[in-house]
T-cell receptor
Framework: EAGVTQFPSHSVIEKGQTVTLRCDPI?????LYWYRRVMGKEIKFLLH????????ESGMPNNRFLAERTGGTYSTLKVQPAELEDSGVYFC????????????FGPGTRLTVT | KNQVEQSPQSLIILEGKNCTLQ??????????LRWYKQDTGRGPVSLTI?????NTKSNGRYTATLDADTKQSSLHITASQLSDSASYIC?????????????FGTGTQLKVEL
């Protein structure tokens, strides 16, 4: 069974540019989560999809961040325009709706804004 | 405010030795507590997950304990191996509709040396 995949693995952009991160969850997982770790800090929750619906987006830092999950499969997280403080590692995780809610994490996308 | 604190921040031990990592939390409403292992450049991988009623759980050489009254957990690693070198993250889950919202600790960076 394929795990959670994320693309790209690393992105370097200039302040003011736009970047789109992609996450492909484990097939059949209705729950999809985005998290972020900024330098020296703990991983923090950004938002949670159940299928194509945003269940909880309380962790999104501001309106420069837009997450979508069209069709309830893969998800994208767009940052527009990027700021220096957006640098960090963005993780995606997925889980089944039923059961122990175990979350499986992808390898992360390292975003560097210069 | 939901918080998870871990100690020590970092730890160096010799191969073959045991070690214990600590976690204190204030998360409500509590659903479960997880320990994750994160290798450099990879996403977190689940080691154990414990609900309120469980006070110990093992996964090979890893044994986690949970005291829900004092809101403390520990992760004990037996007979450490070089491959145990990683960040160990305590994560506490609050139950929300349709899934679990995770609060992460900053992790304990473990290095196992010859």
């Amino acid at each position: 069974e394929a795990g959670v995949t994320q693309f790209p693995s690393h992105s370097v952009i200039e302040k003011g540019q736009t970047v789109t991160l992609r996450c492909d969850p484990i097939s059949g997982h209705d729950n999809l989560y985005w998290y972020r770790r900024v330098m020296g800090k703990e991983i923090k929750f950004l938002l949670h999809f159940v299928k194509e619906s945003k269940q909880d987006e309380s962790g999104m830092p501001n309106n420069r961040f837009l997450a979508e999950r069209t069709g309830g499969t893969y998800s994208t997280l767009k940052v527009q325009p990027a700021e220096l403080e957006d640098s960090g590692v963005y993780f995606c995780a997925s889980s089944q709706v039923e059961g122990p809610y175990e979350q499986y994490f992808g390898p992360g996308t390292r975003l560097t804004v210069t | 405010k939901n918080q998870v604190e871990q100690s020590p921040q970092s730890l160096i031990i010799l191969e073959g030795k045991n070690c214990t990592l600590q976690c204190n939390y204030t998360v409500s409403p509590f659903s479960n507590l997880r320990w994750y292992k994160q290798d450099t450049g990879r996403g977190p991988v689940s080691l154990t997950i414990m609900t309120f009623s469980e006070n110990t759980k093992s996964n090979g050489r890893y044994t986690a304990t949970l005291d829900a009254d004092t809101k403390q957990s520990s992760l004990h690693i037996t007979a450490s191996q070089l491959s145990d070198s990683a960040s160990y993250i305590c994560v506490v889950s609050a139950l929300t509709g349709g899934g679990n919202k995770l609060t992460f600790g900053t992790g304990t960076q473990l290095k196992v040396e010859l």
